[in-house]
């Protein structure tokens, strides 16, 4: 089981960067996929996810507006669009995949990449 997550790096303030997870080694189009991101000194933090059913979606207000999450079930691949970057948005970005069936619950990470807004 992987989720590896790549496209991450430094952009100025204003700029966009598109994050990819690839996963592999579970059935990925039955996982709620998610980004999370971790700034130092601060709690991981939920960004945005999307189902497996409808691909409805869920931002963090911080985000809305700016972020865009998608899924391409046939490529096992999630993606974050981020647009207006800020220096605030400055984390590891992880990918998350969730599988909640009654009571058991599987859930898998990525390693995490690692986005940087500054001039």
């Known amino acids: 089981v992987q989720l590896v997550e790549s496209g991450g790096g430094l952009v100025q303030p204003g700029g966009s960067l598109r994050l990819s997870c690839a996963a592999s080694?579970?059935?990925?189009?039955?996982?709620?996929a998610s980004w999370y991101r971790q700034a130092p000194g601060k709690e991981r933090e939920l960004v945005a996810r999307?189902?497996?059913?409808?691909?409805?979606?869920t931002y963090a207000d911080s985000v809305k507006g700016r972020f865009t999450i998608a899924r391409d079930n046939a490529k096992n691949t999630v993606y974050l669009q981020m647009n207006s970057l800020k220096p605030e948005d400055t984390a590891v970005y992880y990918c998350?995949?969730?599988?909640?069936?009654?009571?058991?619950?599987?859930?898998?990470w990525g390693q995490g990449t690692q986005v940087t807004v500054s001039s």
């Open positions: 999307i189902t497996y059913g409808d691909g409805s979606t």
């Open positions: 080694g579970f059935t990925f189009s039955r996982y709620i």
């Open positions: 998350n995949a969730l599988s909640q069936l009654g009571a058991m619950t599987k859930q898998y």
